[in-house]
């Protein structure tokens, strides 16, 4: 773009023949230089934002904990776990998707520790976080074909003057159907690529935290109290308090295996719960089967093993780490023997001190993984090759033998779709489109999304009349018509921002005198950790 201007010469300037002239024009010439500039920049960015990246901010809690709404920003009291806790607007009397400023100061409800079970009914004043600031990618999929697991912002069929951001589960031509949580396409599974997978963990127990005061009451087990979950098996050896409360070690002879067992009666059990959501609807929430433990292990010397066991509908799988220099996954048979699914050897450097070792088993799959190695163990994708799906509590347990030790143990559950309604009385009250039985093909051009807080999200599942289009017309209920893909979302550029001085005497002196309103805003500052890529479709 080229911007014409009268040249100014004469006299008055001093013409370009002389030397303050020719410094005159000089300057004459930058300044025009500028000005172009900030219009080529201007236009361009009108262009970008009009035609390829918009920036949204997320109003609902629907996509946590990959995205957040409104929230409460939150940490337990007792062992000082951090987690999030919805903004319901309409507990407080505002409508629906309305987002209150960074400066609200209200009572969240009583909340539950993700990690040690604690429940909290302090009816502490905390601020209300804005949500998570987000970049989309617009026009994208005028040129490319959306994939499964993208995380996409689309017109609301009901309301299309709404933009929605939800996950993209099935795509035109495919059969959907929700099984125990895991999304089966034309009766196969449909497994997440191994990024989506990472942000999709959510925390069953993490053992770095741990209550500062266990008889506080309103922990989970008998009398409130908090017990280590984790315990001894039969005549097992554990020292569960080797270098204080988070460190385990054992001290056994290399042909004796003693075992850890997490006990559910006194940690959180395996369900499908939302710490971001309102307690009250835990006890409706389904059992989730597929978990991951880790831990970081060393051992004395290449005589010892360490390693986890995983159960699924009652079949155990067992990944194992011989620091000899082998990996194993194996099935366990009810006679306690093993069938071998994978083995691999690996290089293990007594020199390099301790490794992170992880076990999951996710859409039929099991990975073993030993610092940067990983061994994979494929169960099928048919509907019953991990075993026929029921309602079995999982079991983990921790194994090892020799001289151990082992820090940052933690058990995390997968993403858990749900395929029912729940009522207001927390049961659980009829089932949702393309739950299990009820498979729900689509039509070209039409997609099934559904949003990753999966008891709290208004999606594909729910929807309860067709979708509006122009000139009268309808699109088919439950499904998103292609020309209403708007974009796809790929980067958290500022997370929901919180008040690190909230509650102290520089906050307190804030709120009086307010000509402190600029410094106010300045510090709350963006959760840097959630600054992040939103990962989706394929591992590519």
């Not at 013409?15 to 201007?42: C, P, Q």
């Not at 020292?239 to 009666?265: I, K, M, Q």
């Not at 009349?465 to 796809?488: C, E």
């Amino acid at each position: 773009m080229k911007i014409w201007f009268l040249s100014w010469e004469g006299d008055a300037l001093g013409g370009k023949d002389t030397e303050e002239g020719r410094r005159k024009h000089s300057a004459v010439d930058g300044l025009v230089g500028t000005l172009e500039w900030l219009i080529v920049a201007f236009a361009t960015t009108l262009v970008f934002i009009v035609f390829e990246m918009q920036a949204y901010t997320i109003p609902t809690g629907s996509m946590a904990e990959t995205l957040r709404g409104a929230h409460f920003g939150l940490r337990c009291p007792q062992c000082a776990y951090r987690y999030d806790y919805d903004f319901l607007p309409q507990y407080y009397g505002l409508g629906r998707n309305a987002t209150p400023g960074v400066n609200v100061d209200v009572r969240p409800p009583g909340t539950r520790c993700p990690s040690c079970g604690y429940r909290s009914d302090s009816g502490k004043r905390r601020p209300v976080l804005k949500g998570d600031r987000i970049f989309v990618v617009k026009c994208l999929y005028q040129f490319a074909e959306p994939k499964r697991w993208d995380v996409v912002v689309f017109k609301n069929p009901l309301n299309p003057q709404e933009n929605y951001i939800k996950r993209l589960i099935a795509l035109p031509g495919e059969t959907v159907e929700i099984v125990d949580g895991d999304i089966y396409i034309d009766d196969r599974i449909a497994r997440k690529p191994r990024r989506v997978q990472e942000e999709l963990w959510m925390c069953v127990y993490d053992n770095d935290y741990q209550p500062v005061n266990p008889l506080a009451g309103n922990f989970k087990s008998a009398g409130g109290v908090w017990r280590q979950p984790f315990v001894n098996a039969g005549d097992s050896k554990w020292n569960l308090r080797a270098d204080g409360p988070t460190v385990f070690s054992l001290d056994g002879a290399a042909d004796e295996v003693h075992t850890l067992v997490y006990d559910t009666r006194t940690g959180n059990d395996f369900k499908a719960t939302y710490a971001y959501d309102d307690a009250r609807f835990h006890p409706a929430m389904p059992l989730c089967s597929d978990l991951m433990v880790r831990f970081d292990v060393r051992a004395a010397d290449s005589s010892a093993t360490a390693g986890a066991v995983l159960s699924k509908y009652g079949l155990e799988y067992r990944g194992r780490v011989d620091f000899a220099g082998m990996m194993r996954i194996e099935k366990v048979l009810a006679d306690g023997s093993a069938e071998e699914l994978a083995v691999r050897a690996i290089d293990i450097d007594p020199d390099e001190g301790a490794k992170r070792l992880r076990f999951a088993n996710a859409d039929h799959v099991l990975v073993l993984e030993f610092g940067d190695e990983r061994l994979e163990c494929d169960l099928g994708d048919g509907r019953d090759d991990a075993g026929a799906p029921r309602a079995v509590m999982p079991a983990v347990r921790v194994f090892g033998s020799g001289e151990l030790k082992l820090w940052h143990v933690g058990i995390f559950r997968d993403m858990h779709y749900i395929n029912f309604k729940i009522g207001a009385d927390g049961r659980k009250a009829g089932m949702l489109r393309a739950a299990e039985g009820s498979p729900f093909r689509l039509n070209d051009d039409e997609f099934f999304v559904m949003g990753d807080n999966t008891p709290a999200s208004l999606d594909c599942r729910w929807w309860d009349r067709p979708g509006s289009a122009n000139a009268g017309r309808t699109y088919r209920m439950g499904t998103v018509p292609r020309d209403y893909l708007v974009g796809k979302a790929f980067f958290v550029y500022w997370p929901g921002p919180y008040k690190p001085f909230n509650d102290t005497a520089i906050a307190r002196t804030m709120e009086r005198n307010r000509g402190t309103r600029l410094l106010k805003m300045l510090l709350n500052v963006p959760d840097v950790d959630g600054i992040k890529f939103l990962d989706g479709g394929s591992d590519d």
